[in-house]
């Protein structure tokens, strides 16, 4: 496969992120089935309008008030959010300041960890974490169980982008707060975070590392919006967003 994708083409953006997904699925830096995830994000996002829309805006802000709130915020990084969001992330990760972590799920070897690090290395991250950690999730069995005992063990809040299930309960359960990004709504990992971002990385990490260069000195206003976070609330609202959406458009079709 080739990158043929014309500057012109309506989608052109979409498209390279595909390419680009794909491409390291071979390299390996993205997991096999990281291929399958991205398509599961592209259809939630159609239904969101491929915008971020105004609620979740609110959710970005409450989610970059709760990092910087934090003694110890701890970024998560995985195949796909590496690729498509590797440079957003090295940004959000300096303007907190946050430490960065490689946590994968599929085929942890501490090659698969040193390429997402070296990656994340050539946008401007200094130090990444996670690379044969010694730490333990407790009770989570899979290989995200691995965490770095500077980073993810230390935490207090922890941002997963494109989690795959159980590590948010478990992270939960030690006593931390869990910032998601996930275009399902109704994911287990979405429901049971501390607040899920229901939007996409590409788009919902500038505007994170935009609202946290916005708040970041203002303490009474970042303990004001931590405090306010309700994921329950939040999540009705995206789901109440996607159902008024897809109602104008089936009224729109039937004018
Ligand atoms: O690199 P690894 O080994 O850690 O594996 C990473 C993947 C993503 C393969 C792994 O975590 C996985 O299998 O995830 P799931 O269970 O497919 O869940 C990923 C979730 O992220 C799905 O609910 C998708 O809708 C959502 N998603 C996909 N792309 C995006 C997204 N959410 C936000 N932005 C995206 N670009």
Redesign the pocket.
């Known amino acids: 496969m080739t990158n043929q994708v014309p500057d012109n083409h309506p989608r052109a953006a979409s498209l390279r ?1 595909r390419y680009a997904i794909a491409a390291h699925a071979k390299t390996g ?6 291929t ?10 159609y239904l969101l309008g491929e915008e971020t829309p105004e609620p979740v805006k609110e959710h970005i802000k409450q989610a970059a008030a709760l990092l910087l709130q934090a003694k110890h915020p701890v970024i998560s990084i ?5 690729v ?2 590797g440079q957003y992330f090295s940004e959000l990760s300096k303007a907190i300041p946050a430490k960065l972590e490689v ?6 070897t501490q090659e ?1 960890e040193s390429m ?1 690090a070296e990656f994340l290395k050539q946008y401007g991250a200094n130090d990444v974490l996670g690379i044969n950690p010694e730490a333990r999730v407790p009770n989570l069995h899979s ?2 169980g691995s965490v770095d005992k500077e980073g993810i063990a230390k935490a207090d809040v922890v941002l997963v ?5 159980d590590r948010t309960e478990a992270l939960i359960a030690w006593g931390k707060k869990v910032i998601s ?4 709504p109704l ?1 287990r ?2 429901r049971k975070s501390t607040i899920n ?6 788009r ?1 990490i500038p505007l994170m590392t935009a609202y946290a260069k916005e708040l970041k000195g203002y303490a009474p206003e970042i303990n004001k919006l931590a405090d306010s976070i309700d994921n329950d609330k939040a999540t009705a609202r995206v789901l109440r967003f996607m159902r008024e959406r897809l109602q104008k458009l089936e009224d729109e079709l039937e004018k």
Do not use: K, M
């Open positions: 992120q830096l993205v997991a096999e089935t990281g399958i995830s991205h398509g599961r994000g592209e259809a939630f996002d995985n195949g796909n959010a590496a498509l969001a946590n994968v799920f599929y085929g942890r698969r997402i290989a995200r982008p494109l989690e795959d299930g990004i996930d275009l399902n994911s990992t979405a971002i229901c939007d996409n990385i590409t919902a």
